[in-house]
């Protein structure tokens, strides 16, 4: 069972949550280094959800494990 905030399925629904209760989650996140590429800051999390929210897809990559990539489409 992999980490919500670093699977593509995991951010789609995170994505679509209301900014209020989305905050609220990822401020309470265990974020993780897991690569150097991995976000660990919850603000930055939170910003680029917001910011993706409409683009119709989430994409993860190298987050979790080098060389993986995941993506999510509602």
């Known amino acids: 069972r992999l980490p919500a905030a670093y699977t593509a399925t995991g951010r789609l ?17 265990p974020l993780k ?12 999390l939170f910003d680029k ?12 990559e190298e987050e979790i494990e080098d060389g993986l990539v995941s993506l999510a489409v509602p």
């Open 13 to 29: 629904f995170m994505a679509h949550m209301e900014e209020k209760e989305l905050y609220e989650y990822v401020l309470h996140l």
């Open 33 to 44: 280094p897991y690569t150097n590429k991995s976000i660990i800051d919850p603000y930055k």
């Open 49 to 60: 959800l917001v910011l993706e929210k409409d683009q119709g897809y989430q994409m993860v």
